[in-house]
């Protein structure tokens, strides 16, 4: 048996607001600390191209075909260039945000067909290694009132954040329902507690997977 250690393909989800970011940050910190090399991520985006398609995504109004089409076209790019890479060479990967978000913003928030969905996520995520999926999915659950008044003090809002409070319920009841198809896969983390009590929760659940000692 070789000692390296396995490559961890990691993504965080949850509604605009959820506060992920901050545990995203340390979550990295603390496994540079344990001597593991460390890709820190998100999605959109990630590449140049997927950058770009992340600006219009965000800025651009569009049909939920084409953003669909468009989320799943930087995905692509995303994987082939940076996550299978960093994968291949042993690295943990931390990704903000990935597929489930596709699933609960373009197909439960704007109601697009879900199958449609499925069957993009095979073609853009299959490659030479099988169908990539993360190893590990955190859901920073937290109810739609508490995300928006925590988005409220921060900064103008973005073509999703911009969206009535009704969208982010169907957005929470899609992770929700992703949760329950993939319950091995998909940790909850209760994020309407206070940024210390929800690391405590992500930091148990790294634990349990092996991801942190
Ligand atoms: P977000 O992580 O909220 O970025 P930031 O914290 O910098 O605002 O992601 C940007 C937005 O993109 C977010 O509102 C959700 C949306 N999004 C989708 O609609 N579908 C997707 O597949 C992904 C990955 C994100």
Do not use: N
Request: with cysteine; proline share 6%; hydrophobic share 45%.
């Amino acid at each position: 048996m070789s000692d390296r250690p396995q490559p961890l393909f990691i993504t965080f989800e949850g509604i605009d607001g959820a506060g992920k970011s901050t545990h995203i940050a340390t979550l990295a910190e603390r496994l540079r600390h344990q001597g593991r090399a460390v890709t820190v991520t998100r999605e959109p985006g990630g590449t140049a191209l997927a950058e770009a398609l992340r600006e219009s995504l965000l800025r651009t109004s569009m049909d939920a075909l084409t953003e669909a089409l468009l989320v799943f076209a930087a995905r692509r790019d995303h994987l082939r260039h940076v996550i299978e890479p960093a994968l291949a060479a042993g690295q943990v990967v931390l990704c903000d945000r990935f597929t489930d978000a596709t699933f609960a913003y373009q197909g439960y928030g704007r109601g697009f067909d879900l199958d449609v969905l499925r069957t993009l996520e095979r073609w853009v995520q299959s490659g030479p290694a099988g169908w990539r999926q993360p190893d590990l999915t955190l859901w920073f659950d937290v109810p739609p009132e508490v995300a928006a008044a925590r988005l409220a003090q921060a900064r103008a809002p973005d073509r999703f954040e911009a969206q009535p409070q009704a969208f982010f319920e169907r957005v929470a009841a899609g992770y929700a329902a992703r949760a329950a198809e993939a319950p091995q896969r998909i940790v909850r983390i209760d994020a309407r507690a206070e940024v210390s009590a929800v690391w405590q929760q992500v930091e148990a659940a790294c634990r349990a997977r092996g991801v942190l000692p």
